[in-house]
């Protein structure tokens, strides 16, 4: 039997590739939605994709069913309460699809969503009445269960799927032997949960051991646990849910038009008509020069993410980007849904180079700067777009702080009579925040230059006193 898992670090994803070689058989699980790494993996083991299963209907991700079923005329196969467009087997509990040496069988674990599964894998080689290890999906992850409250817009609450992810857990998944491992569809920084370890996979028994919640409580408690401070979802979410139960168009049909040049002049049209200028390339370059009215948000970091919690997927999109660099851009757009990118600036920010009339500026400060300012009395207020948990740990004394994904929404609380000097961890949402305050109005904002990991660095003061205004 091969096992292996791909995980893909910007979206916090692990999908998996279960084989066998007599019968040259390859299935997919949870696949991201750029596919052609499956097909290598695949190809390169002498296999064929025959099978491709979501373990539920994800909400951070488009996932790539559709496009290896294109490519391959694989099976489509999802749990028995999922409803989808498209075609697709409908797996029920204790159902099972052998093929060679590798037997796998589903177990309907509802909680994360209601169609949730989780797949028992047996290698027969070695052992065909125990497991070999279950993917969970999101319904375990390593060191947390999957948020239940995703799904109140159609007509289910969060009380009561998190009834139904205590009962998957407890009458199932923590049946199953100490030794079987466990991989789930996500691990830390997904949003779809709020503890995730950084590790991707573990045991049935490690888990029993050490995740909070598997620990001894009653279904009341488990409840009452599980729906509390999950962290605000990104817009997006409910979108990319109903993508992936819709007949969809796929990634390379949207790739094309993605991969048009448009002049300058062009750019300015479409963004009179109401398309974003997206500009991709990292704080240090956007902040000295950028067109007015584009947001940043830069490829190294969780660009995704933050591109479904800033933006409408149905806005058209344009993007500014460094040389070779835009087909990577409308490809991780195009993993999350965003399908509206209209071509990329031809010649990137050299195309503006030369008109000062159309760009702005950030000014970024060293620390040592900021704390010279800060300490001559001149009016300006610390803006700390970081998490609020973050901001607890420790942060500029008198500093207000409003995380990022509000801040569009909270910019009325900021004072337009004081200089605004902003700053996150280390500059990337802070580079973000530049875009939205110049959309409503403000000007002569500074930035810190590294963050507040620049601020300690430099051996700077730290605050864990209560916010000014959280």
Request: charged residues 25%.
């Amino acid at each position: 039997m091969i096992l292996e898992q791909y995980y893909l670090g910007c979206l916090s994803h692990a999908s998996y590739l279960i084989g066998d070689e007599t019968t040259r058989t390859a299935v997919i699980v949870d696949p991201q939605r750029d596919v052609q790494m499956y097909l290598d993996k695949a190809r390169a083991r002498g296999l064929e994709v025959k099978h491709v299963i979501l373990t539920h209907f994800h909400a951070d991700f488009v996932a790539g069913h559709l496009e290896l079923a294109q490519h391959t005329g694989a099976v489509i196969h999802l749990g028995a309460c999922a409803k989808a467009e498209y075609a697709h087997h409908a797996w029920k509990e204790g159902e099972v699809l052998a093929f060679g040496k590798v037997r796998l069988e589903v177990l309907e674990t509802p909680g994360h969503t209601p169609e949730g599964i989780s797949i028992l894998v047996y290698d027969l080689a070695k052992d065909a009445q125990r497991p070999q290890a279950v993917l969970t999906g999101d319904t375990l992850f390593v060191g947390d269960v999957g948020r239940p409250d995703l799904m109140a817009s159609i007509g289910i609450t969060a009380r009561e799927l998190a009834g139904q992810m205590y009962d998957s857990l407890h009458a199932k998944l923590l049946k199953l032997p100490d030794d079987v491992m466990v991989y789930p569809a996500h691990g830390a920084g997904s949003m779809c949960g709020k503890s995730l370890s950084a590790d991707t996979y573990s045991t049935i028994g490690a888990q029993r051991a050490t995740n909070y919640m598997l620990q001894p409580m009653d279904k009341e408690q488990f409840i009452a646990l599980a729906t509390s401070d999950q962290p605000t979802a990104p817009a997006y979410f409910a979108y990319d849910a109903t993508l992936n139960r819709k007949h969809r168009a796929l990634l390379d049909d949207n790739l094309k038009q993605s991969s048009t040049s448009v002049s300058l002049e062009e750019l300015l049209g479409v963004q009179k008509d109401g398309a974003l200028v997206l500009d991709v390339r990292e704080p240090a370059a956007f902040e000295p020069a950028h067109l007015a009215g584009s947001l940043n948000i830069g490829l190294s970091g969780k660009f995704a993410t933050w591109a479904g919690f800033l933006i409408d997927p149905e806005r058209a999109i344009v993007l500014v980007a460094e040389p070779e660099r835009e087909a990577e851009a409308a490809m991780r757009l195009g993993r999350v849904g965003f399908e509206r990118v209209r071509g990329f600036l031809r010649g990137g920010a050299e195309a503006f180079a030369q008109c000062p009339d159309l760009m702005r500026r950030v000014e970024r400060v060293e620390p040592a700067g900021m704390k010279t300012r800060l300490a001559s009395g001149e009016r300006q207020v610390v803006l700390d777009v970081r998490g609020a948990g973050e901001w607890r740990e420790g942060h500029i004394e008198g500093s207000l702080n409003v995380p990022l994904q509000e801040l569009d929404r909270r910019v009325a609380e900021l004072p337009r009579e004081k200089r605004i000097a902003l700053h996150c961890q280390s500059g990337y949402r802070s580079s973000i925040a530049c875009g939205i305050l110049e959309r409503h109005g403000f000007t002569g904002f500074t930035d810190l230059v590294g963050g507040i990991a620049g601020w300690r660095a430099a051996g700077l003061p730290i605050a864990t006193a209560a916010a000014v205004r959280s």
